[in-house]
């Protein structure tokens, strides 16, 4: 889509100077961009598609294990996601699994996730006008014991690569560490209490079979502008299989913004809700619920006192805009494969808001949700 007209001859040259701006070092002070917090709709926003060809594209020469995916059989995550109003990522990400012989077990494939994603800015005075700047491209290998991710171990190194911009100087930025994710065998699980303080108490959900995802000191690349800094992440995010929930008592964000360290904590739950009617509509959401700093910010008695009478289920999931936060929903359409309820593709519209959030904050959450591409969406 071309969104400069070419008649327009000056346009280019206002483009430079407008991403030079925005892009490079001088384009306000770090420390000034860390003290300016958001509060809007839709900082995370746009659409994903989902095609699941390993569930579709099976083998049937017989010479993998039974069940198995055709070989070179990928699902394919499509994508348009504006980040924090004035990014845009949009691209593919590709996840190749293992595959194995039938008789000796040997593998025939390694899993792994490609991704292939363009970086755009928008210009803040009219985000009509974008300008592509870079991209976030490279592998995450996929640990054949263990399934961890390991995302310094791919064989084209996961980064995000900017071109020079204007006054902006060009620089490729890596991703390491890695993610543990969810267990392949669900006998081990074991229950796990979650709290929480909601207004002047402190309430708990307890889940029966709970599947840690862990983050092991996970490298988030740097950009798309030098505002957004190298951030190391640790922690865990987990999964609920009776409701379909996520829950984290604690992910951290650690990076170094204008010579000052930053520690910004997240804890919550993201909650599965289907409609009714999903088995003939196949339509569910994400409601997010993830606070920033919970236990610096904790709420005046004033506004904390509504959650008082809720139950303590109830005043869990509740949100609580007196702290910063993001909320909001990813909206899923399903199709499931014939006869059952595994879905062969999804149609995802992302409305995530956030409260009280910087930029820098946004952004890393929506890298590491990007790594997390595959587990947060499996059934």
């Not at 699902?75 to 996601?81: A, E, H, I, V």
């Not at 005075?125 to 976030?136: A, F, I, S, T």
């Not at 991710?149 to 190194?157: C, F």
């Not at 000052?260 to 997010?288: C, L, M, Q």
Request: glycine content about 8%.
């Amino acid at each position: 889509m071309t969104y400069v007209p070419h008649r327009r001859a000056g346009v280019l040259a206002t483009f430079a100077v407008v991403f030079a701006v925005l892009l490079a070092p001088a384009f306000a002070s770090a420390q000034a961009a860390a003290d300016n917090t958001v509060t809007e709709d839709d900082v995370i926003a746009g659409t994903m598609n989902i095609d699941f060809k390993t569930r579709t594209n099976t083998d049937t020469s017989g010479d993998l294990k039974e069940g198995s995916a055709a070989l070179g059989a990928q699902d394919k995550y499509s994508f348009d996601l504006n980040v924090a109003k004035t990014t845009e990522f949009s691209g593919d990400i590709l996840r190749q699994p293992k595959l194995s012989s039938s008789v000796l077990g040997r593998t025939k494939q390694n899993a792994k996730l490609a991704y292939n994603i363009n970086i755009a800015v928008l210009n803040p005075h009219d985000l009509k006008q974008k300008k592509n700047v870079g991209k976030w491209v490279g592998e995450i290998a996929i640990d054949p014991q263990t399934g961890a991710y390991d995302l310094a171990r791919g064989e084209s190194p996961l980064r995000i690569a900017i071109d020079a911009v204007g006054k902006a100087t060009a620089f490729t930025d890596k991703f390491g560490g890695k993610l543990v994710g969810k267990a392949e065998k669900k006998e081990s699980l074991t229950s796990y209490t979650y709290n929480r303080i909601v207004g002047n108490k402190t309430v708990s959900v307890t889940v029966k079979k709970s599947d840690p995802m862990r983050f092991d000191n996970i490298e988030l690349a740097k950009g798309p502008a030098e505002v957004y800094p190298h951030t190391f992440v640790t922690g865990r995010l987990d999964y609920d299989y009776e409701t379909g929930n996520w829950f984290t008592d604690g992910i951290h964000f650690k990076y170094n913004l204008d010579g000052k360290d930053v520690d910004d904590v997240i804890t919550g739950s993201i909650k599965w809700v289907e409609e009714p009617d999903r088995a003939t509509n196949g339509k569910g959401h994400y409601e997010f619920n993830l606070r920033f700093n919970e236990d610096k910010n904790k709420p005046a008695q004033s506004e904390s006192a509504a959650f008082e009478k809720m139950s303590s289920e109830d005043a869990f999931f509740a949100v609580d805009n007196s702290i910063p936060c993001m909320t909001g929903k990813i909206d899923y359409v399903d199709t499931f494969i014939s006869g059952g309820t595994t879905p062969s593709s999804s149609k995802i519209t992302y409305h995530l808001t956030a409260n009280k959030l910087t930029k820098q904050q946004i952004v890393n959450f929506f890298k590491l949700w990007m790594v997390c591409v595959g587990p947060t969406n499996d059934e």
